[in-house]
């Protein structure tokens, strides 16, 4: 009686999709558990360069660098020169994957020089001030 429902529900169409994921559904959830995963590591990523860029501002300019207007904040990080080479080694993964995205790119120094501008590297701390415990 519900399969009846579910079909009519779906039209011919949806049938056919139905009964293809009803005969593939292991290979198709692989995929996507292998995908989710690879998305979870793309993600630990990206949060350990984050995180080192952070800590290499700090280190430079102390604590204080947070504070700083975005203008200020911008000047400072044009100034620092990151090793982007070495940042792209931090991780053994060769993706990264931001926080919100569903999709991953391969990781490279040029990649890593070219998205983590020093407007994003702003917006980065910015958010982190805004999180309670932080």
Not at 7 to 18: E, Q, V, Y
């Amino acid at each position: 009686m519900f399969d009846a429902i579910i079909r009519g529900t779906l039209g011919n169409f949806g049938s056919a999709i139905l009964d293809f994921y009803i005969a593939n559904a292991l290979w198709i959830n692989t995929v996507l558990l292998f995908y989710a995963l690879i998305l979870v590591y793309a993600k630990r990523g990206y949060t350990r360069i984050r995180e080192i860029i952070r800590h290499e501002l700090i280190a430079h300019y102390g604590e204080g660098i947070s504070e700083k207007s975005e203008r200020n904040f911008i000047k400072a990080v044009e100034r620092f020169q990151f090793d982007w080479q070495s940042l792209s080694k931090e991780t053994k993964i060769p993706i990264l994957s931001t926080e919100k995205a569903l999709y991953f790119r391969f990781k490279s120094p040029a990649f890593l020089e070219k998205h983590f501008t020093p407007e994003k590297i702003f917006t980065l701390f910015s958010e982190e001030r805004k999180q309670p415990g932080i």
